[in-house]
T-cell receptor, first 112, second 114 residues
Framework: SQKIEQNSEALNIQEGKTATLTCNYTNYSPAYLQWYRQDPGRGPVFLLLIRENEKEKRKERLKVTFDTTLKQSLFHITASQPADSATYLCALESNAGNMLTFGGGTRLMVKP | SQTIHQWPATLVQPVGSPLSLECTVEGTSNPNLYWYRQAAGRGLQLLFYSVGIGQISSEVPQNLSASRPQDRQFILSSKKLLLSDSGFYLC?????????????FGDGTRLSIL
């Protein structure tokens, strides 16, 4: 069955450093992958989408890579700020299409 | 612009009582609609999705049901709540055409069963 793995341990980094979060998947080949941000007690907010034929996507301080050989996506936040502290979820197109399968998320804590 | 509303924000219900959570979307037509449940510190579990009025697909067997009486209204219900129904319930919508569409979430309902 489809499986998505994100580091369940919180990532603690210092303000100004680059945060890198990992999303690994097994047992399927999604055509695209999405990243979301979720703040406590709120719904997830869409950040970026990357397609299987794109190696890298950028949006302001965010960068996403998608390696279909390694079955892995990396999510980078450069010049991180305390306001970037949140849980970040990756989501992949499910085999049934039009639906997403979400990873468990990684909590990022940026300390001033 | 499109908006999604969920209510109530929090709900405390006794075991065995009924449930009705409502979600409405504004500013778009014929959206795909989704109900998710999120356990504490866990990912999102898809419960139901709908591609049109009266069309409901269930992803997991459970004590819950969903209905879509209008194009932009999605309702999650239960006749008799169980303790295991506690959790954070999220409604989401995506554009109804094509793949690769991001999902847009409401702010959820925190449901506690006593």
């Amino acid at each position: 069955s489809q499986k998505i793995e994100q580091n369940s341990e919180a990532l603690n980094i210092q303000e100004g450093k680059t945060a890198t979060l990992t999303c690994n998947y097994t047992n399927y080949s999604p055509a695209y992958l999405q990243w979301y941000r979720q703040d406590p007690g709120r719904g997830p907010v869409f950040l970026l989408l990357i397609r299987e034929n794109e190696k890298e996507k950028r949006k302001e301080r965010l960068k996403v890579t998608f390696d279909t050989t390694l079955k892995q996506s990396l999510f980078h936040i450069t010049a991180s700020q305390p306001a970037d502290s949140a849980t970040y979820l990756c989501a992949l197109e499910s085999n049934a299409g039009n639906m997403l399968t979400f990873g468990g998320g990684t909590r990022l804590m940026v300390k001033p | 612009s499109q908006t999604i509303h969920q209510w109530p924000a929090t709900l405390v219900q006794p075991v065995g009582s009924p449930l009705s959570l409502e979600c409405t979307v504004e500013g778009t037509s014929n959206p795909n609609l989704y109900w998710y449940r999120q356990a504490a510190g866990r990912g999102l579990q898809l419960l139901f999705y709908s591609v049109g009025i009266g069309q409901i697909s269930s992803e997991v067997p459970q004590n819950l049901s969903a209905s879509r009486p209008q194009d932009r209204q999605f309702i999650l219900s239960s006749k008799k709540l169980l303790l295991s129904d506690s959790g954070f319930y999220l409604c989401a919508w995506s554009a109804g055409t094509g793949h690769n569409q991001p999902q847009h979430f409401g702010d959820g309902t925190r449901l506690s069963i006593l």
